[in-house]
C-alpha cells in the first residue's frame, strides 16, 4: 500500500528520529508531503503501462465478434540512492547546546527535500545517470497541452480553456503542480472576474491552500541552491525561455507514485574518527513511476 510521507511518519513509534525526519520532508515540501510512496522489493520496478484498450463491439444473433486487444508499453523504474551525512561539530554542542544538533540535522533534511523535490519536476537521467526522469521530460504528445489551443505553435498567454483541457486529459486528477507566481496569476485572474473557479482550505500543517476547480494547487517553489524549480525560464513552442508550466497529476495508487525500498534510513552514527562532529545518515532508495497514460498533463 502507498503511503504518503506523514502517514509514514506515524507509523514508526519508537523510533523516534526517524519519525521526525520523515515528517520534517513532509513538512519542507508541499509535494513531497502529497505523494503516495510505495515500497518495492530489489531495486528496480517492472510494470505495464496502459497505452490503447481492447476493442468492444455490439454483434448480431450467430455472429461472431472481431478478435481484438489492447496496448500495453512495457516499463522499468529503477531505484536512485538519495541522502547525506548530517555533522554537528562536539564545540558547538557544548557552546550551544543539545539543540544546535537538532537545528543543524533540520537544515540538512530541508536540503535534501528540496533537493528531490527539484528532481521530481526537473530530473533527467540522460544528463545525470544518477536521479530519476521528472515529470517535464516525461510528458509528450497529447498530454503536453499548449498554453492557448487556438494558437498552439505560439508563446501565449495562459488561457484557462488550456488549463481546463489539461485536467480533463488526465483521469481522476488530484492535483495541479505550480510555481509561485503561476499561482498568483491565476488568484489575479479570479480578484478581476476574467475567469477561474478559486478557494482556499487549510492543510493538515496549518496551511492555506489554494484550490482551483476543487483541485489543490502544490507548489514547487525553489530547489536546495536557492534556484526557482519552476520559474518562467522554460523554453516555449516559439523558441525563447520565457515560458513556465502548469501540471495536472494524479497521485496515487496505479497513476503516479513514488517509489521507494522501505522508509527512510535515518542512522546516527555517534562520533566519527576523522573529526570531531556527531553525524546522523540519512539514505534513501528512491525513484518516480507513472504507471498511467492518462496520469499526468503539462500545460
Known amino acids: 500500500m502507498a503511503l504518503t ?4 511518519s506515524k507509523r514508526n513509534s519508537g523510533d523516534v528520529v526517524r519519525s521526525a ?6 513538512e519542507n515540501s508541499q509535494l513531497l508531503s502529497v ?4 515500497d518495492i522489493p530489489g531495486g528496480a520496478l517492472a510494470y505495464t503501462q496502459e497505452g490503447k484498450l481492447p476493442g468492444v463491439a455490439f454483434r448480431g444473433f450467430n455472429e461472431a465478434y472481431d478478435e481484438s486487444v489492447g496496448i500495453v508499453n512495457p516499463q522499468v523504474e529503477t531505484l536512485r540512492i538519495a541522502g547525506g551525512d548530517l555533522d554537528c561539530d562536539k564545540a558547538l554542542l557544548k557552546t550551544r547546546g543539545e539543540s544546535i544538533r537538532s537545528d543543524e540535522e533540520a537544515r540538512k533534511v530541508k536540503a535534501l527535500t528540496l533537493n528531490i523535490t527539484s528532481k521530481i519536476i526537473n530530473g533527467d537521467s540522460a544528463t545525470n545517470p544518477r536521479e530519476f ?6 510528458i509528450s504528445g497529447s498530454q503536453l497541452i499548449p498554453a492557448n489551443l487556438s494558437t498552439p505553435n505560439a508563446n501565449a498567454p495562459l488561457s484557462l480553456e488550456a488549463l481546463d483541457a489539461a485536467i480533463d486529459a488526465v483521469d481522476g486528477p488530484t492535483h495541479l503542480i505550480m510555481s509561485k507566481g503561476m499561482r498568483r496569476k491565476l488568484t489575479n485572474a479570479a480578484r478581476a472576474n476574467v475567469g477561474g473557479d478559486i478557494t482556499w482550505k487549510i492543510d493538515e500543517f496549518g496551511n492555506r491552500i489554494t484550490m482551483y476547480n476543487d483541485l489543490p494547487i502544490v507548489i514547487a517553489d525553489y530547489d536546495d541552491e536557492g534556484q526557482d524549480i519552476m520559474g518562467f525560464d522554460e523554453a516555449g513552442p516559439a523558441g525563447g525561455n520565457t515560458s513556465g508550466s502548469i501540471y495536472v497529476v494524479n497521485f496515487g495508487s496505479g497513476y503516479v507514485t513514488g517509489l521507494q ?11 566519527i574518527d576523522a573529526k570531531p562532529v556527531l553525524r546522523t545518515r540519512v539514505e534513501w532508495l528512491v525513484g518516480l513511476a507513472v504507471m498511467h497514460g492518462r496520469a499526468i498533463a503539462r500545460v
Open 5 to 8: 510521507l506523514l502517514e509514514a
Open 21 to 26: 525526519v520523515i515528517q520534517m520532508f513532509a
Open 35 to 38: 505523494i503516495p510512496w510505495e
Open 133 to 138: 526522469d521528472g515529470f517535464r521530460v516525461r
Open 261 to 271: 525500498n522501505g522508509v527512510m534510513d535515518v542512522k546516527d552514527l555517534g562520533e
